[in-house]
């Protein structure tokens, strides 16, 4: 299994504003996903995008992925506070691996 | 939706004890996952299970051990607790393989 690295470790940004926030990965994969956690708090999952797209939205999220630069990006647009959280995407690899494994995230700071 | 559940949300235990985590999902799942997860170093996979009975190590797999002797529960064993084994620790299930994890809430385990 391979571990997505996400870019920033942190980030902080006024209500309102878009969040960007970004993955690189090493191998081929089969998707992507992301997730989030509040603090304290068990993974939710967010989107999962396929090898074969460039391209998913899903309400404020928006997430692209390129594959021939491994890397994927997730945007959320008009950010609330309630956004505050860690953000953590997971590469679902392409062989046959069961289990997905996670960096260290993004921690995603909206202030009011 | 799927709940995964936890049994303990805070658990505080000495040095040396045998610590039983237990973890039911009640979708149906086949793959249950345990991680643990400590500031800086991200979610670190401990072991995961495809099938009742079935166990296969993750990246960290020393001190613990596991057992799945129902389709719905995963249990992470930690033979004698020692300080160092301090943190969060995650249970997850899913359906398909590398796909849509659904966790937990997490236990808060504190060896003293």
């Known amino acids: 299994s391979q571990q997505g690295e996400e870019d920033p470790q942190a980030l902080s940004i006024q209500e309102g504003e878009n969040a960007t926030m970004n993955c690189s990965y090493k191998?081929?994969?089969?998707?992507l996903q992301w997730y989030r956690q509040n603090s304290g708090r068990g993974l939710v999952h967010l989107i999962l995008?396929?090898?074969?797209?460039r391209e998913k939205h899903s309400g404020r999220l928006r997430v692209t992925l390129d594959t021939s630069k491994k890397s994927s990006s997730l945007l959320i647009t008009a950010s609330r506070a309630a956004d505050t959280a860690s953000y953590f995407c997971?590469?679902?690899?392409?062989?046959?691996?069961?289990?997905?494994?996670f960096g260290s995230g993004t921690q995603l700071t909206v202030l009011p | 939706d799927v709940k995964v559940t936890q049994s303990s949300r805070y658990l505080v235990k000495r040095t040396g004890e045998k610590v039983f985590l237990e973890c039911v999902q009640d979708?149906?799942?086949?793959?249950m996952f345990w991680y643990r997860q400590d500031p800086g170093l991200g979610l670190r996979l401990i072991y995961f299970?495809?099938?009742?009975?079935?166990?296969e190590k993750g990246d960290i797999p020393e001190g613990y051990s596991v057992s799945r002797e129902k389709k719905e529960r995963f249990s992470l064993i930690l033979e004698s607790a020692s300080t160092n084994q301090t943190s969060m620790y995650l249970c997850?299930?899913?359906?398909?393989?590398?796909?849509?994890?659904?966790f937990g809430s997490g236990t808060q385990l504190s060896v003293l």
């Open positions: 997850a299930s899913s359906q398909t393989r590398n796909e849509k994890l659904f």
């Open positions: 191998t081929s994969i089969n998707n």
């Open positions: 995008i396929r090898s074969n797209e």
């Open positions: 997971a590469p679902g690899s392409s062989g046959s691996a069961r289990q997905l494994t």
């Open positions: 979708m149906d799942h086949e793959n």
């Open positions: 299970s495809y099938d009742v009975k079935m166990k």
